[in-house]
């Protein structure tokens, strides 16, 4: 039987390829997103996934959604904790509201959307737990205090995660994507990103589809062995 797998941030950038990578595997796949209905309509009609709209910062509405989902299509197997937002700001200037909006859907989203699954998956013994954080969770970034920690704190929690769930037949990863061509980038300053480029050793941004790829790949049987782990997908701008 085909098994089922929830993408935040499903239906725009990184996301939505990830989304597109599942189906193809053979996936029930559901994507949620946040606020963009028309996106999100034409996405379903364009590829036939399913989009769910809540907002990963609120738990109560996490649960609801992920309840609906596993009502509608099936008990969810496959979770990507894709969702994410930056509001960047030099550090002297980034106000707390900045701080908690980054903090409250990139972290504590995480927390909203795997916690409710969690019980399911050690009952069924199976689960595969992605979480798409950053290079910048790794090096920091200018600019980035707030999302830097943010996908820092990613890196914990899948290993934490890795350890609790190894048992039940759970895994829990991390990929970094470095800097990948998708709307989140594109609105850096065009002066800013040009220099970033230069910073990338091959040469380019990433595609969206490099990204899914690992995804598909974590999603697998195949890799079952592969528990806590961190991915990097960066052009060799970055080595931990
Ligand atoms: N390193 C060092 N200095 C930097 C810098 C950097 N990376 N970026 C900007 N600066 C400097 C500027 O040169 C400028 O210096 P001067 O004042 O001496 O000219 C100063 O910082 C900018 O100060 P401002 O007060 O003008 O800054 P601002 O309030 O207008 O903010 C900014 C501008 C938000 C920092 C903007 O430059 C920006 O968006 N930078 C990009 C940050 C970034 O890389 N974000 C990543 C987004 S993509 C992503 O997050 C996806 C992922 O996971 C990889």
Not at 2 to 11: C, I, N, P, Q, Y
Not at 150 to 155: F, N, R, S
Not at 162 to 181: D, V
Request: proline share 4%; charged share 20%.
């Amino acid at each position: 039987m085909a098994r089922t797998a929830l993408v935040t941030g499903g239906s725009r950038g990184i996301g939505a390829a990830i989304s597109k990578a599942l189906k193809a595997e053979g996936y029930n796949v559901a994507a949620t997103y946040a606020g963009n209905d028309e996106a999100a309509a034409s996405f379903t009609a364009e590829t036939g996934i399913a989009t769910y709209k809540w907002n990963v910062a609120n738990y109560e509405e996490s649960a609801a959604g992920i309840a609906k989902v596993e009502a509608e299509i099936g008990p969810i197997d496959v979770v990507v904790a894709n969702a994410g937002i930056t509001r960047d700001a030099p550090f002297h200037k980034m106000t707390p509201e900045q701080w908690h909006q980054v903090i409250d859907t990139n972290l504590t989203g995480v927390f909203n959307t795997v916690h409710p699954i969690w019980p399911g998956m050690r009952e069924r013994k199976f689960g595969r737990i992605i979480v798409i954080s950053s290079i910048n969770g790794q090096k920091g970034q200018f600019a980035q205090v707030n999302y830097a920690a943010t996908k820092a704190g990613d890196l914990g929690i899948v290993k934490s995660l890795a350890q609790e769930g190894a048992r039940a037949g759970i895994t829990a990863n991390a990929i970094c994507p470095g800097y990948i061509g998708t709307d989140m980038v594109m609105a850096v300053p065009e002066k800013v990103r040009d220099s970033i480029i230069a910073q990338i050793p091959t040469g380019r941004l990433g595609e969206p589809e490099e990204i899914a790829r690992c995804v598909a790949f974590l999603a697998s049987d195949d890799s079952g062995f592969i528990n806590g782990s961190t991915i990097s997908a960066n052009g060799a701008q970055f080595f931990v």
